[in-house]
């Protein structure tokens, strides 16, 4: 059965600084990985996905890294904002594609 | 315009109640989702229904009934509340591809369950 966990499970930072979240899965057959943000009180929305047989996706200021074999993914945050405050959720997709597994999530408090 | 709803937002009820919870999506999605928030934030599947189908029941109590009208609505009732039954419910959709659920779940603001 796959376990995802992250680590740090709460980190605070101040503004400008670059940082790395880490997502380690236990079942490398993935279809693809995913990580979310969620704010408080709301909904998760969906940052980055890369897929099994990808290395890397980007998108703005977010970098998020993927390798299968060690089961490992970590997202890159650059030149973090306060705005950036959320907590940050990876999840892995299973290969029957229609079940996601989460961590439990890194708190991110971005300091102005 | 929402593209996962849900409501109602908040629900606070007594132990022992049945209540429901209902979720739409106009995304056109034929995958739809039930996830358990608990307390300590984590996030966990309970159903996964494909186009008004079962495929995913991940050892929930039979006290709680997912129902798929059509593929853009599941709803979820719940009978006889407990207080383990408190956390956040959350809905979400994906594509389907005829073989996977096809790539991002687009996720609803959650519902926020309380049982006193």
């Known amino acids: 059965k796959q376990e995802v966990t992250q680590i740090p499970a709460a980190l605070s930072v101040p503004e400008g600084e670059n940082l790395v979240l880490n997502c380690s899965f236990t079942?490398?057959?993935?279809?693809?990985l995913q990580w979310f943000r969620q704010d408080p009180g709301k909904g998760l929305t969906s940052l980055l996905l890369?897929?099994?047989?990808?290395r890397e996706q980007t998108s703005g200021r977010l970098n998020a890294s993927l390798d299968k074999s060690s089961g490992r993914s970590t997202l890159y945050i650059a030149a973090s904002q306060p705005g950036d405050s959320a907590t940050y959720l990876c999840?892995?997709?299973?290969?029957?594609?229609?079940?996601?597994?989460f961590g439990g999530g890194t708190r991110l408090m971005v300091k102005p | 315009d929402t593209a996962v709803s849900q409501t109602p937002k908040y629900l606070v009820t007594q132990m022992g109640n049945d209540k429901s919870i209902k979720c739409e999506q106009n995304l056109g999605h034929d995958t739809m989702y039930w996830y358990k928030q608990d307390s300590k934030k984590f996030l966990k599947i309970m159903f996964s229904y494909n186009n008004k189908e079962l495929i995913i029941n991940e050892t929930v109590p039979n006290r709680f009934s997912p129902k798929s009208p059509d593929k853009a609505h599941l709803n979820l009732h719940i009978n006889s509340l407990e207080l383990g039954d408190s956390a956040v419910y959350f809905c979400?959709?994906?594509?389907?591809?005829?073989?996977?659920?096809?790539?991002?779940?687009?996720f609803g603001a959650g519902t926020r369950l309380s049982v006193l």
């Open positions: 890369i897929q099994s047989s990808q």
């Open positions: 999840a892995a997709h299973n290969n029957a594609g229609n079940m996601l597994t």
């Open positions: 979400a959709s994906s594509p389907w591809d005829g073989l996977l659920a096809k790539n991002i779940q687009y």
């Open positions: 079942d490398s057959a993935i279809y693809n």
